[in-house]
């Protein structure tokens, strides 16, 4: 079984504009698939991988300019600072969910397989998508629905919920699907039961905070020159990091010097937002949703 194909690969590894000796950093390692490019491009550089599923770890070479790094990318300073870096050439970050992840029915990931409603990236978490669904209240359903999932039917979905757990557990994907089932669109099931299932992930692995504070330690530590590369896979992703990039905070709130001039601390590569052409999708349908994003620190 393939651990995962990389969504626009020769497109992210260009946007790096990798330099042989440079230090880079891969924060989403999973099957290895851009970090083995990299190495590819390097001599006497050095590329730290970071994942904070252990199943990655497996699949990490052999090579001595090579770190791996069993965390979140949310510490990303303190790891890299640990390691005695301090500084780097470059990041890339593949947001999306691997296929080892999608694929293995006892992660949860999926609403395909009738499997206990785990999710967790890192196994060893202590909350997992069933935690949160038998044990918040409803408004704090509502709130993870519509901001996670941009649910326009969050308060119904999570008044179903509540309402079907006063007499049966939300533990397994089919439990889930039949306390929210009649409010499926006819014919958009599949897309509504994603929105669903997304919006439990986000909150399982606190994807948007990890992902903002990741964001910001990248800055300070990117060298002038220095190359953001991120692909992400929904619009709460890619709002984030595009405001990111043009102004250097997430509200996309352009602050300007005293003569009007924008004060951003990177250069945006390009304008308009790189996505896979047929070809790859033909390939690998998985990375349809794939948006590239590159920018480059001042």
Do not use: C
């Not at 941009?150 to 079907?164: P, T, Y």
């Not at 990111?244 to 010097?257: C, L, P, S």
């Not at 390939?283 to 794939?290: H, Q, T, W």
């Amino acid at each position: 079984m393939v651990y995962h194909i990389p969504a626009l690969l020769d497109e992210s590894i260009k946007g790096l504009n990798i330099r042989p000796e440079g230090i880079y950093v891969d924060v989403t390692f999973g099957g290895g698939g851009h970090s083995g490019e990299i190495l590819k491009r390097l001599t006497t550089g050095k590329l730290i991988a970071f994942d904070q599923d252990q199943d990655a770890e497996r699949n990490t070479p052999d090579d001595e300019r090579f770190l791996f790094l069993n965390q979140n990318f949310r510490f990303l300073k303190n790891n890299l600072r640990y390691n005695g870096i301090f500084s780097i050439d470059g990041l890339i970050a593949d947001l999306g969910v691997s296929f080892h992840q999608f694929d293995e029915p006892e992660r949860g990931f999926t609403f395909r397989h009738n499997t206990p409603l785990d999710m967790r990236m890192n196994i060893n978490s202590p909350v997992t998508a069933a935690t949160l669904l038998q044990n918040m209240d409803e408004e704090s359903l509502v709130d993870l629905f519509y901001r996670f999932g941009e649910l326009v039917n969050a308060r119904k979905i999570a008044g179903q919920i509540v309402s079907f757990r006063k007499h049966n557990s939300v533990e397994s994907a089919s439990d889930l699907i039949e306390a929210i089932g009649r409010l499926a669109p006819h014919k958009l099931e599949h897309k509504f039961y994603a929105k669903v299932f997304q919006a439990l992930r986000i909150a399982v692995n606190s994807e948007i905070d990890s992902l903002r504070e990741m964001l910001l330690q990248a800055l300070p530590l990117l060298k002038p020159g220095g190359r953001l590369v991120v692909i992400t896979y929904h619009s709460l992703e890619d709002r984030i990091v595009k405001n990111f990039m043009r102004t250097g905070n997430f509200e996309g709130i352009a602050i300007k010097d005293f003569f009007g001039n924008p004060l951003t601390p990177f250069r945006v590569l390009n304008r308009k937002i790189i996505t896979p052409g047929a070809e790859e999708v033909s390939r690998n349908s998985r990375a349809r949703s794939a948006r590239l994003r590159i920018a480059e620190k001042i």
